[in-house]
């Protein structure tokens, strides 16, 4: 079983910054894809950023230049750092891992964490 564990979330000025973190843990394979998702109220839940086991990322066009998504492998950790938040930003974000089993994907989601950006 995978379980991911998120933390980081907060209430932060527009123009601040936040970093989330997301632990992964259970029967990982070594080659994955983790990333952050993210749904405000009313809206779908869109990527943010991923990144994966080699280190290649991929960016939402609206954060791109102020989110950057990293990762620790040792750690089967991925962090995500915020800088210019701003208002529209506010949502609940999710860590999403990504790998294939036995040719069949799988995702594996955390619980959410609460990112709200006051103006």
């Known amino acids: 079983q995978v379980q991911l564990v998120e933390s980081g979330g907060g209430l932060v000025q527009a123009g601040g910054s936040l970093r989330l973190s997301c632990a992964a843990s259970?029967?990982?394979?070594?080659?994955?894809?983790m990333g952050w998702y993210r749904q405000a109220p009313g809206k779908q839940r869109e990527l943010v950023a991923v990144i994966t086991s080699g280190g290649t990322t991929n960016y939402a066009g609206s954060v791109k230049g102020r989110f950057t998504i990293s990762r620790d492998n040792a750690k089967n950790t991925a962090y995500l750092q915020m800088n210019s938040l701003k208002p529209e930003d506010t949502a609940v974000y999710y860590c999403?891992?990504?790998?294939?089993?036995?040719?069949?994907?799988?995702?594996?989601w955390g619980q959410g964490t609460q990112v709200t950006v006051f103006s």
């Open positions: 259970g029967s990982i394979f070594s080659i994955n894809a």
């Open positions: 999403n891992l990504h790998m294939i089993i036995r040719a069949v994907p799988a995702d594996y």
